[in-house]
């Protein structure tokens, strides 16, 4: 049975653009999404390799610190 992870965001911001999209495979350190914080572009980064499941932000919504942003099935 596959596992599923959640994606958090490690700080507060806004999401500025998403990298991947739902179905998408990545590996691990792919981007799935960017955010913006203090003028500053800070990624976030799949933990490992597997299928990105489900994307719960879209672009220009704000985010808090530890968020889930993306679930992926790991594998």
């Known amino acids: 049975m596959p596992t599923v992870r959640d994606v958090r965001s490690p700080t507060a911001g806004t999401v500025w653009t998403l990298e991947a999209a ?13 955010l913006e914080a203090m003028k500053m572009e800070i990624p976030v980064h799949a933990p490992a390799g597997g299928r990105l499941v ?4 879209a672009a220009g919504e704000a985010v808090s610190e530890d ?5 992926m099935e790991l594998g």
Request: glycine share 4%; aromatic share 0%.
């Open 22 to 34: 739902p179905g998408d495979q990545l590996e691990a350190d792919d981007p799935i999404a960017i």
């Open 54 to 57: 489900e994307l719960l932000v």
């Open 67 to 71: 968020q889930v942003i993306a679930r």
